[in-house]
C-alpha cells in the first residue's frame, strides 16, 4: 500500500535480536524502534548495540519524566533518540531541547492540547534545527484532518503514523474519508476550514452515551 517505514516495539528482551532479524530480512527498510518508556539508564550499554541495525531512530526510551537520562543516553549511542511521551506542550519541549535529549521529536495533536500548541513545538524545533513527525492516536476524521494539515508544514520530515481512514474504522465521521496512494502519501484537504465535511449523522450513530454541562 505503499508505506515507506516500519515501525516495532521495544522491551527488555524483545529488542536487539529482533530488530537483527528485521534487518538482515529488509536491509534498505526505513526502520524505527519505539520503546514506550521500557527501560532505564542501567540498559544502556544493552541499548547501544541497536547502533548495529541503523536504525531511523530508538523512540521514548525511558519514562516521559526523565529528560536527564534520555540526554545522558543521546551522548553515548548514534541512533537518534525521539521523544514522545515526553512532549506535552512546548514547555516541555522546550526543556527537552535545551537539555539535548534527543535529535527528533514525535508530535501528538491530541497530546500537546490541540493544533496551535503543535504548531508551536513545530516551530520550536525548527528554530532549534530538531526534525519531527506527526503521531497518531487513532483519530477520527476530525482528528485526522488536524494531522494531516500539521504534517503538512516544513520541518516534518520524516513519515508519518497517519494513514487511511478504513484502517481504523468501517465508516469515518467526515467526507471525503482520507484514503492513502500506491506511492504512500495522504492529499491535504483543501476545502473550507479542516477541509473536510463532518457528518452529524454518523456522529448521532456512533453515540453511546449524551450529556449537557452547564454553567453553575
Not at 553515548?76 to 533518540?81: A, F, G, V
Not at 512546548?90 to 497530546?111: D, P
Not at 487511511?164 to 484537504?189: L, Q
Request: aromatic share 6%; with cysteine; glycine share 6%.
Amino acid at each position: 500500500e505503499g508505506y515507506r517505514r516500519v515501525k516495532i516495539k521495544i522491551k527488555p528482551g524483545w529488542d536487539v535480536r529482533i530488530c537483527e532479524s528485521i534487518r538482515t530480512a529488509y536491509p534498505h527498510l526505513l526502520l524505527q524502534a519505539d520503546a514506550n518508556g521500557a527501560y532505564t539508564m542501567a540498559d544502556g550499554d544493552h541499548l547501544r548495540q541497536l547502533d548495529a541495525f541503523s536504525l531511523l531512530m530508538l523512540e521514548q526510551v525511558f519514562p516521559p519524566y526523565d529528560l536527564l537520562d534520555h540526554s545522558r543516553l543521546q551522548e553515548t549511542i548514534k541512533t537518534p533518540l525521539c521523544l514522545d511521551e515526553s512532549i506535552t506542550s512546548a514547555t516541555t519541549a522546550r526543556q527537552a531541547l535545551e537539555l539535548k535529549s534527543c535529535r527528533i521529536v514525535n508530535i501528538k495533536v491530541g497530546r500537546v492540547g490541540g493544533i496551535v500548541e503543535a504548531r508551536r513545538i513545530h516551530d520550536l524545533c525548527e528554530a532549534e534545527n530538531i526534525p519531527v513527525w506527526c503521531g497518531g492516536m487513532l483519530e477520527s476524521g476530525v482528528g485526522r484532518a488536524h494531522n494531516v494539515h500539521l504534517a503538512a508544514l516544513p520541518n516534518f520530515v520524516f513519515p508519518h503514523d497517519i494513514s487511511a481512514s478504513r484502517r481504523y474504522y468501517r465508516e469515518d465521521i467526515v467526507e471525503p474519508p482520507f484514503d492513502i496512494t500506491e506511492n504512500g502519501m495522504i492529499s491535504v484537504p483543501d476545502g473550507p476550514g479542516i477541509g473536510v465535511e463532518v457528518l452529524e449523522d454518523r456522529i448521532q450513530k456512533a453515540t453511546h452515551r449524551h450529556q449537557v454541562f452547564k454553567p453553575a
